[in-house]
């Protein structure tokens, strides 16, 4: 898609009136139907390569449990957008992240999704080697060409954030605000950032982790995650648990809204039994409640009395996206080998259900009679909104 294309496909000030719904004060516009992104938004290679760059390489990006790197040497290697990522854990257990591109001659440092080094980062093609804090220290005849300043020539750094317990990355030059971008989502969507704080995510671990190879693109399953007008359809094992999804109203509609678990359901499970011990710091408002929250562009963060889970979506293809799905417990629970299955369970099924549902849409996105797009009813409005930030990420900057 041209310059000119996609600026022409950015919703005027009037459509965006008409189409963005304001949650916090329920107010409906006075047509039922909104109308959707046209179906080429969700199949076009040029639109999914400007997503890349004004999307995804432009903002925060969640890349990784910060537990996983449990020790210095401790790398991951990941992809943000095109570009290609290792996160590292230095010596003085600092977290850093560098473009995996060695600096000679463009070869990459680390080919593996993970693995461990023990001080150093060396490129397997001319051993131009690389302290963890990125510093060029050793190369063949290095000693010969005092000229080459070792810093300037080091590994090109990226912007980190930890937080929530997860690695966040930004490989623009310059990054936006992550207090503003990350953190102001949460307290857009929960009203307050002390509500996610009660959680303690950061001091929870790891108990299951779920990867799913989704044929659908990433925005698909964004629109899914945001509504529950789907719910009643295909998810009967979390509407059981939580009653009011079964009208259609997804915990995402309302400002600080979470939903309540049914009258006879004892834990956020697949059979609504008993889950563990409630995370002892949480507000009483919170408890027995499921709270959604959609980080752009591709988090979401599920919060239950007993357990968080965090899904993080990486888009490789215009019609395929890789999910990564996180369960987090009290370390206790995980320490003690409690069984997670049942809650584990009931989410994993969710996820599959929602992909499967996000699979069945993307061929139909290519037809001629999804040429315009479909329609968001009353309780899907607000996802006219995300439809209106990617079209003005995607628009030409004036």
Known sequence: MTETE??????????????????????????????????HWYTDPAIFAAEQERIVE????????????????????????????????????????????????????????????????????????YDLTGKLIAAPNLTEMPDVDRVVNGLAAVAVREWLGYVWVCVAPEPPSFEDEV???????????????????????????????????????????MECYHCATIHPELTEVLPEF?????AQYYVGHGAEFGAAVEGFTVDGSAGHARIPTLDDAQDRKYFAITIRPGVFVNLVPDHVIVHRMTPVAADRTLVEC??????????????????????HRVNSQDFAACERTQ??????????????????????????????RLSPPR
């Open 6 to 39: 996609l600026a022409e496909s950015t919703m005027t000030e009037t459509e965006l009136a008409e189409s963005t719904r304001n949650t916090a004060a329920l107010e409906r516009p006075a047509a039922s139907l909104v109308p959707t992104l046209a179906g």
């Open 58 to 129: 432009a903002g925060w990006v969640c890349v990784a449990l910060a537990a996983d790197l449990d020790a210095p040497g401790a790398y991951r290697t990941v992809q943000v957008g095109r570009e290609s990522v290792v996160v590292v854990k230095g010596r003085d257990r600092a977290i850093r992240a560098f473009f995996n591109v060695c600096r000679h001659r463009g070869a990459q440092l680390c080919v593996e999704p993970a693995g461990q080094v023990r001080n150093k980062l060396q490129c397997p093609y001319h051993a131009w080697t």
């Open 183 to 225: 953190i102001g989502a949460v307290v857009t969507r929960l009203g307050d950032v002390e509500s996610i704080d009660h959680y303690g995510v950061e001091n929870l671990r790891l108990a299951r982790r779920i990867s799913y190879d989704v044929r659908s693109n990433w925005k698909l399953i964004v629109e899914n995650f």
């Open 246 to 250: 079964a009208d259609g109203y997804a």
């Open 326 to 347: 996180d369960w987090l417990f009290l370390p206790e629970v995980v320490e003690s080998g409690a069984d997670v299955d049942r809650s584990v369970e009931l989410f």
């Open 363 to 392: 061929p139909a996105m290519s037809s001629r009679v999804y040429a315009n797009g479909g329609n968001l009813v009353p309780s899907e409005h607000h996802i006219a909104e995300f439809h209106h930030w990617v079209r003005a």
